[in-house]
């Protein structure tokens, strides 16, 4: 197959045509997402998600070819579990060396390329996917994410699968190559919050506050550049604040949003599931309380230097300093 050499005003090609058709009946009409940075409540969501009856998302942490010793919820190592052996042997066809996980989060090429690649698309994509520059690639992604798709959801016996890895990146990429019309479930968090996970989880780094801010402000200020106002993408804000103080109608947005019925979803973990990386998930038992430990320890000066660094957008999320 050879490229068609593109003139701005020409009609697009067999070529491009082509790519757009290519097995597009077996995929789901919409591929879902939740994005957040880390210690964002991506977990909690998680657990809630699942306890949905047509709902499969699988937390945050796909397995990198280190972590085969790690915990998966279902009671097994990650090297034992029926499920992620699956996905490893059925992704291993498209995975390829630089990839650190058993399944290709993103495309073969380096991420400085695929972040400035997805820029471009952002201007160009009514008329052509630069990732059609890239059709071996662009292929082996798109065969890996419907297969990790329809794995997913036919071991599980569900309909609908999250993706829950939380990469801007990887979403962009589904996107522009594997569908074009996403929901986005944004799950936001206060930065002070955020910066004591942070602290607390990672005590040897310095500078907690302003790398923290930095952290935050970039991936939210992304996350609402990406998604919000784009052709296709259906987008929802999601407050861990709201989501642990009235659970129940929260998911009820959540699921309206993904066009399903409502459940009770407030319970220990239904069925078995194949979530990494988080103690809490085993523990549940449906009981859910704000982490809130911040508002205590938290100086107030750090609190006004945080909320000033995140700006303008902790403004816009109506994250203020109470006195
Ligand atoms: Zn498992």
């Avoid at 034992?80 to 042997?89: H, S, V």
């Avoid at 990469?167 to 990429?173: K, P, Y």
């Avoid at 002070?192 to 200020?221: C, D, Q, V």
């Avoid at 296709?232 to 861990?240: G, I």
């Amino acid at each position: 197959m050879h490229l068609t050499i593109i003139i701005p005003g020409q009609k697009i090609g067999p070529f491009f045509s082509g790519l757009n058709r290519v097995d597009k009946r077996n995929l789901p009409k919409q591929f879902n997402f939740v994005l957040s940075p880390s210690f964002h409540g991506a977990s909690l969501l998680a657990i809630l998600l699942n306890n949905h009856s047509k709902i499969i998302s699988l937390g945050d942490t796909i397995p990198t070819r280190k972590t085969e010793d790690f915990s998966c919820s279902c009671g097994s190592l990650v090297k034992g579990c029926t499920f992620w052996r699956r996905i490893e042997d059925t992704q291993r066809q498209y995975n390829y060396p630089r990839s650190e996980h058993i399944a290709p989060l993103l495309p073969d090429l380096s991420l400085s390329a695929i972040e400035r690649i997805n820029r471009l698309n952002e201007h160009f994509q009514k008329f052509f996917s630069i990732w059609n520059f890239f059709p071996q690639k662009s292929r082996s992604f798109r065969k890996s994410v419907k297969a990790f798709h329809a794995e997913t959801t036919s071991f599980h016996r569900k309909k609908v699968f999250i993706d829950g890895t939380k990469d801007i990146n990887r979403c962009l990429c589904i996107k522009h190559i594997v569908s074009d019309r996403i929901r986005v479930i944004h799950l936001i968090r206060d930065p002070r919050a955020y910066i004591t996970s942070l602290r607390r989880n990672f005590p040897k780094i310095e500078n907690h506050s302003t790398l923290g801010s930095e952290m935050w402000k970039g991936f939210h200020g992304t996350v609402l550049q990406s998604f919000t106002g784009v052709d296709n993408c259906k987008y929802l804000p999601v407050f861990y604040e709201n989501l642990s103080l009235q659970p129940r109608s929260e998911m009820k947005r959540i699921f309206k949003f993904l066009d399903l019925d409502e459940e009770n979803v407030l319970s220990p973990p239904k069925e078995p599931h194949h979530i990494i990386g988080n103690r809490m998930i085993t523990k549940f038992n449906g009981d859910i309380k704000q982490d809130s430990e911040w508002k205590r320890i938290m100086r107030l000066d750090e609190q006004e230097a945080i909320l000033k660094r995140c700006d303008p957008i902790a403004s816009l999320f109506h994250y203020r300093l109470e006195k």
